[in-house]
C-alpha cells in the first residue's frame, strides 16, 4: 500500500477548472465546416457558376447540363474528407480506459481522460502510460519504442520519470501524473511536428491539372469576351445563339470532365485501400505513392513483430536442458513478453520437476530462480549481472548473438539453495549451463513485401534506434537487398555526413528522431519521392516531411495525425497493395486525360482562329456534351479503373499534352476546312455544325481506338458501345442537337474531310512524336 492519500475532490476540481486535465490534443483534421467550404468555393466551380448565369440570362437552360460535373465533383470531395475525418479522429494513442487512482485516500477506477494533474495511479505490467509521470514506489521495465525507437526494456525506479506513449514491460508502480493532455511528451512532440499547418502537398499530376485550369481561365475572360464581340456585333449573330456558342467555346476549353474523372478515381483508390485496411486522409497521396522510389522503414513494428520469440538455447555445459528448461517455465504465468516468450518456447507438455522454492524475477537484481529439490536451484537472468568478471568464459558464443541484435539470458545452476533476495548472487558458485537468445519476430510477410518493392525498383532504407549491426541482421533476414551495408548514424556529426550516407548506406542504426527526418531530406534532395513508415512518437518528424508519411494505428496517435497514410491494422503486407493502387490510380488517369486534352485543345485553337477570322464559331454546348459523353466522359471513367500496375514514368503534363496534341490537331484542322468550305460555299451554321459534329465524333472514335489498344473483351465492348452511342446520338437527339439533314454538297463535304481524318492524324502523330524527341534531346542535353 502506498502511503501518499492522493488528491481531494476539491483539488481534483480545481485541476479540471484550471483545464490541467488528461484530455487528448484536439484532432488535426479539418472542421466538418472547413471541409464544405474547401470543396464548394473552388476556382473550377466559380468558372462553371459565370457560364451558368450566362446561359440562365438567355434563358439556355437546356445548355446547363454541365452543371451536374460540378455538382458531383463536390460532393465526392466533401463525401471522401468527411469520411476520412471521421476515421482518424478514432484514431488516439492512449485509448479511454479505465485506471487504478487515488483520490481522498480511496482507490478508485477512472477513465484516462478524466484523470487530472498530480493524480496518484497504480501501473502494471502491460499497461500504456496515460501521461507524463514520475514513479513514487516500485521498480518497473519501460518498453519506450514509440518514443525513441528502441525496442530494450529501460529500468525505472522511484523518482523515475515516465512518458507517455510508453508502456510496462514488467513489474507495478505507484506514480504521479506531472504532465496531462496537451502538455504530456507525446502531445508536444505532435504540436511541434504540425507547427508549420497539417497539410497534404498535392501531386505533380494535381498541380499540372490546377497550372492548367488556371492558365486557361486566365484566358478565358479575354477569349470569351472577344468572341461574343465577334460573334453579336462583327456577325450580326443573334444574343442567345452568340451566348450559347461562347459558352460552348469555353465548356471546350476546360477540361470539366477531367476534375470529376480524378475525383472519382481517387475515391475509388481510397475505398479499395479501405478494404485492406488502409486510411487515406487526403486524395492526394496516393499519387505520390505511385511515384515513390524510395521507402524508408523502421525495424521494431515494421519488419519486426512487438512480440518477442524464444530461440533454440546455445549449450555452455553437458547438462540436458529439456526437462530442466520445461520444469521451470511450464508452470509459469508470465506478465512480460520475455516471460511469455520462454514459456510459449519451453513450457510445453511433459515430465517436470516438482518445485521447492522460486524468486520471481525483479528489476532490482535482474534474475528469477527456482529450486527443484534434489534437482538442485537454477537461475535465469542477464548475463553481464549473474556472471559479472565471468563472462568471459562464455563470450565467445555470447558476442555473435548480440551483434544479430538478440537479447540474451543466461540459464546456469547455482548449487541447491538460493539466497534471499535482493542479495547478489556469487558468480564463483555459477555452473553455466545455456545462453537463451530471444528475438522479435520478423513479420511473417515481410521477405515477400520486400521482395515486391526490390522487384518494383523501389530502394529499401531501414532507419532505426537500435544497435546498426542488430537492425542489419534483422534486414537481412526480411530479404532487404544491401542489408550489410550499414552505418552508426552516431559517428555521422554533420548534416553533409548523412547526406553522403543517405545515398550510400541501406541501415541505419541509433539514428536520432531529428537525423530520421534529415535523411528523409537528404533522400529528397537527390531526387527521390521518398514514402516513410513508423508508428512511435520518434517517427513523427520523418513521417510529416516525407513525401508520403505511412503512420501503424496501433503506434502512437502523433504518427497516425502527421501521415498520410494509416494502417488501421498495422499489417506493412498491405504496402505494395498500397502502392500498386497509387499506380493504377495515376497511370489510368494520365491515359484517361489524353482524351479530355483532345477537345480542349481544338477547342483552344478554333477559338482563337474564329476571332482572328471572318468565321463563326460552329459548335453548340449540347453539341460538345455528346461528343464529350460518347468519346471522353463514359470510356475515360471505365478505363481509369482498369489494373494497370506500371512504374509511372515522366511527368504528368508532358505525357498528356504529347498524347493528346495528334487527335487535337486533327480535330481542328478537320473542322477548319470545314470552315473553309461554309465560308467558300456559303454553307447555313447548322450545316457547318453538323459536318463538324459528326467530323470530331468521328476522329474521337479513333482516338479512343487506340487508346484502347490491345484490346481485351471490355475494352472492344466499351469502344463498339461508345461507336454505337455517338452514332445512334447524333440520329435519335438529332433534333435538340440541331444536327440536320445534309444536301448532295454537303455530304460531299464531309465524306472527303471525314476520308482525310486518319491520314491525318498519322501524319501529325509523325510530327509531333519527331518535335517530342528533339524536345528531350534539347533538354538533356541542357541539362548535362
Known amino acids: 500500500m502506498t502511503s501518499h492519500q492522493g488528491l481531494s475532490a476539491a483539488e481534483v476540481a480545481r485541476r479540471q477548472q484550471q483545464g490541467k486535465v488528461n484530455r487528448p490534443p484536439q484532432s488535426p483534421t479539418k472542421t466538418v465546416g472547413q471541409i464544405v467550404r474547401d470543396n464548394i468555393c473552388t476556382y473550377f466551380n466559380l468558372v462553371f457558376v459565370v457560364l451558368a448565369i450566362l446561359l440562365a440570362s438567355v434563358h439556355s437552360w437546356l445548355n446547363m447540363g454541365f452543371l451536374g460535373v460540378v455538382f458531383w465533383n463536390t460532393l465526392i470531395g466533401i463525401v471522401q474528407q468527411l469520411r476520412a475525418k471521421r476515421t482518424i479522429d478514432k484514431l488516439t494513442l492512449v485509448s479511454a480506459r479505465r485506471v487504478r487512482c487515488l483520490r481522498d485516500g480511496q482507490w478508485q477506477e477512472c477513465l484516462s481522460e478524466e484523470l487530472v494533474q498530480d493524480d496518484v495511479v497504480t501501473l502494471g505490467a502491460g499497461d500504456q502510460i496515460v501521461a507524463d509521470a514520475v514513479i513514487l514506489e516500485g521498480n518497473v521495465q519501460v518498453n519506450e519504442s514509440l518514443i525513441t525507437g528502441e525496442a530494450r526494456a529501460v529500468p525505472k525506479a522511484p523518482g523515475g520519470e515516465l512518458r507517455s506513449g510508453s508502456f510496462l514491460m514488467a513489474g507495478h508502480c505507484t506514480a504521479r501524473l506531472t504532465k496531462v493532455g496537451a502538455e504530456s511528451y507525446a502531445s508536444r512532440l505532435t504540436a511541434a511536428a504540425q507547427a508549420d499547418g497539417h497539410k497534404v502537398a498535392k501531386g505533380e499530376m494535381m498541380r499540372s491539372l490546377d497550372r492548367l485550369i488556371q492558365a486557361i481561365g486566365l484566358g478565358l475572360v479575354p477569349v470569351g469576351a472577344l468572341l461574343f464581340w465577334k460573334q453579336n456585333v462583327v456577325l450580326s449573330i443573334d444574343l442567345r445563339s452568340s451566348v450559347e456558342s461562347v459558352v460552348a467555346a469555353l465548356i471546350g476549353m476546360i477540361p470539366e470532365g477531367l476534375y470529376l474523372l480524378t475525383s472519382v478515381a481517387l475515391a475509388v483508390g481510397m475505398l479499395r485501400l479501405a478494404r485492406r485496411k488502409v486510411l487515406t486522409q487526403d486524395m492526394n497521396c496516393i499519387e505520390t505513392l505511385a511515384r515513390v522510389d524510395v521507402l524508408c522503414v523502421d525495424k521494431t513494428g515494421t519488419i519486426t513483430e512487438s512480440a518477442m520469440q524464444a530461440d533454440a538455447p546455445v549449450p555452455l555445459g553437458t547438462q540436458p536442458l529439456e526437462t530442466l528448461l520445461r520444469s521451470f517455465y511450464a508452470g509459469e504465468e508470465p506478465d512480460n513478453d520475455t516471460g511469455r516468450a520462454l514459456k510459449a518456447r519451453f513450457g510445453g507438455k511433459g515430465p517436470v520437476w516438482p518445485v521447492t522454492g522460486q524468486i520471481p524475477f525483479n528489476t532490482a537484481y535482474k534474475y528469477s530462480a527456482k529450486t527443484f529439490g534434489t534437482q538442485g536451484s537454477y537461475v535465469v537472468g542477464a548475463p553481464d549481472v549473474l ?398
Open 387 to 784: 556472471a559479472g568478471a565471468r563472462n568471459r568464459e562464455f563470450r565467445e558464443q555470447l558476442d555473435p548473438l548480440l551483434a544479430e541484435g538478440r537479447r540474451v539470458l543466461l540459464l546456469a545452476r547455482y548449487g541447491d539453495t538460493l539466497p534471499d533476495p535482493p542479495a547478489r548472487l556469487d558468480p564463483e558458485k555459477l555452473e553455466f549451463l545455456a545462453l537463451l537468445p530471444l528475438q522479435n519476430r520478423i513479420r511473417e510477410n515481410a521477405c515477400d513485401t520486400f521482395a515486391y518493392f526490390a522487384k518494383q525498383g523501389v530502394a529499401v532504407k531501414v532507419i532505426s534506434g537500435d544497435d546498426p549491426r542488430a537492425v542489419s541482421h534483422v534486414a537481412d533476414q526480411a530479404g532487404i537487398v544491401g542489408a550489410e551495408q550499414w552505418v552508426d548514424a552516431a559517428t555521422l556529426q554533420s548534416d553533409a555526413a548523412l547526406a553522403r550516407a543517405a545515398g550510400r548506406y541501406t541501415v541505419f542504426g541509433r539514428v536520432t528522431p531529428e537525423q530520421k527526418r534529415k535523411l528523409v531530406h537528404a533522400l529528397q534532395a537527390q531526387g527521390h519521392t521518398v514514402a516513410m513508415t513508423g508508428d512511435g512518437v520518434n517517427d513523427v518528424l520523418a513521417l510529416k516531411d516525407a513525401d508520403c508519411g505511412i503512420a501503424m494505428a496501433s503506434g502512437a496517435q502523433a504518427a497516425s495525425q502527421v501521415a498520410q497514410l494509416v494502417l488501421l491494422d498495422s499489417d506493412f503486407a498491405a504496402l505494395p497493395d498500397v502502392v500498386a493502387e497509387g499506380r493504377r490510380v495515376i497511370n489510368n488517369i494520365q491515359r484517361s486525360a489524353s482524351l479530355f486534352l483532345v477537345k480542349n485543345i481544338f477547342s483552344l485553337l478554333l477559338s482563337l482562329v474564329t476571332v482572328c477570322l471572318p468565321l463563326a464559331y460552329p459548335f453548340q454546348p449540347l453539341q460538345l456534351s455528346l461528343l464529350s459523353a460518347v468519346t471522353i466522359g463514359l470510356p475515360s471513367f471505365f478505363l481509369a479503373l482498369e489494373p494497370n500496375y506500371e512504374v509511372v514514368r515522366g511527368k504528368f503534363l508532358h505525357n498528356v499534352l504529347h498524347a493528346a496534341l495528334p487527335g487535337g490537331l486533327t480535330d481542328f484542322l478537320l473542322v477548319f476546312c470545314a470552315q473553309g468550305f461554309a465560308l467558300a460555299f456559303d454553307l447555313s451554321g447548322d450545316a457547318l455544325g453538323t459536318i463538324s459534329t459528326l467530323l470530331v465524333l468521328e476522329t474521337g472514335l479513333i482516338v479512343l481506338f487506340k487508346v484502347c489498344c490491345p484490346f481485351t473483351a471490355m475494352r472492344g465492348a466499351l469502344w463498339s458501345s461508345c461507336t454505337v452511342l455517338g452514332l445512334g446520338g447524333a440520329i435519335v437527339f438529332s433534333p435538340w442537337l440541331e444536327l440536320i439533314p445534309l444536301n448532295l454538297g454537303e455530304t460531299l463535304i464531309l465524306v472527303v474531310l471525314a476520308a482525310l481524318s486518319l491520314p491525318v492524324l498519322s501524319a501529325v502523330t509523325r510530327v509531333v512524336d519527331r518535335l517530342w524527341q528533339d524536345v528531350r534531346r534539347l533538354r538533356r542535353k541542357h541539362a548535362a
